[in-house]
C-alpha cells in the first residue's frame, strides 16, 4: 500500500509470479486519480477498498469519485486509513477517518473500513524506525485504541491490513485482533505464514500492478461471504461452508450527573444490537459484563453483569467509590460476535 503522493513504495518484488484464481478486487490512492470503473468490473474486479485518510491531516482528493464510481458500477467497495501512530492517538485517527469517508453502513455493498498499518515510509525524513519509535506493547494499544474507537462510531471492528514481517515485529507477534479481518500484503505466489491471532485471511494482496489499476487482491472465499463481510454478518475469513456468526454492537451511557457523589448510585443504561441481513435489531436475552478500572490502574475489573431485555436494552446500578474509567463487554456465542464498548471515565468525589 502506498501511504500518499509523497511517500515511498513498499520494498519488495513488484508482482506476482502469476495472479491467483478467484475474487479479484483492487485498492487505489490519489495515485489512480481516473479508474474506469465499469472496465474494472467488466475484467472481473468485484470489490475495492479506496484510500480515504492518512494521519488527521491527509484527504484523498479523488476519494468521492473513487469510491462513489465503483460502488455505481457493481462494486462492493470499502475506505482505508493510512495510520501514522506517532502522531496522535489511535481514536483521534479513528474518528478522522470516519468523518472523511470511512464509515459504515449495512447496505451490503460497504466493506468495513480498513486500518493500514505498516512501515514507516517517512523514516527518511522523520528520523524514527520502521514501528514509528513505538515498543511492541505502545503500538498494539494503538491499534486498539483504533479499533474501539471505530467499532463505537460505526458499530464494526475495522479490518487490518498489514504484512506478517511487520506485524511480528513491531506489536512483538500480538494475537489480540484474530476477530479482526485480515488483509493480508505479501507479494509473492502464496499468502505465506499469517500474522499472529489469525488462523484465516479474508484479503490477499499479492501484486503492486497487473490486471485493475493499483494494487491487486484476491478475497478468500466466495462472492455471497464477500456479501456477508459487507453486511456485518461474516467476518470474511470463514471457510467455505461454515456458519457466520452475526456482528454485534453494544453502546452505554452513565445517567447520573457527574462529579457522582462518593457512595451515590451510578447506573448503566445500554443496548446490544446485533445485524440480521443487513439491518439492525435488538439482541435479546443476552449477558453482558459491566467492567471498571480505577484511576491509575492497568487492570479491568469485573463489576456485575446484566441480562438484555426483549429490546436489547439493560442496565445496572453501582455504587460510587471512586474515580474511574467503565466498559460493557459481551462475549457472544455461537451465533453472534464479541464486541465491546468504548470507554467512559466517571468523576466521583
Known sequence: MIASAASVAVPGPALAASAPTGLQGLDVSS?????SWPSVYRAGGRFAYVKATESTTYRNPYFAAQYGGSRQAGLIRGAYHFALPHKSSGAAQAEYFVRNGGGWTADG???????????NPYSSSNGLNTCYGLSP????????????????????????????HWWQ????????????????????????????GWTRHAIWQYASSG???????????TYEQLKQLATGQGGGSVPAGSTSKTATRVSFVNTVREPVRRGRSLKIVGTLSQYVSGTRKAAAGQRVTVRFKPRGS????????A???????FRKTFKASGDGSWQVVYAGDSRRLPTRSGVDYVDVR
Open 31 to 35: 495515485y489512480q486519480p481516473n479508474v
Open 109 to 119: 455493498w460497504t466493506l468495513p473500513g480498513a486500518l493500514d498499518i505498516e512501515f
Open 137 to 164: 506493547a505502545q503500538m498494539t494499544a494503538w491499534i486498539r485504541d483504533f479499533s474501539d474507537r471505530y467499532l463505537q462510531l460505526t458499530g464494526r471492528r475495522p479490518t487490518v491490513y498489514t504484512n506478517t
Open 169 to 196: 515485529t513491531c506489536t512483538g507477534g500480538s494475537a489480540a485482533f484474530g476477530d479482526h479481518p485480515l488483509w493480508l500484503a505479501r507479494y509473492s505466489s502464496s499468502v505465506g505464514t499469517l500474522p499472529s
Open 211 to 221: 490486471t485493475f489499476p493499483g494494487d491487486q487482491n484476491l478475497f478468500n472465499g
Open 298 to 305: 492497568s487492570a479491568w475489573k469485573t463489576a456485575g453483569t
Open 307 to 313: 441480562t438484555t431485555a426483549a429490546n436489547g436494552t
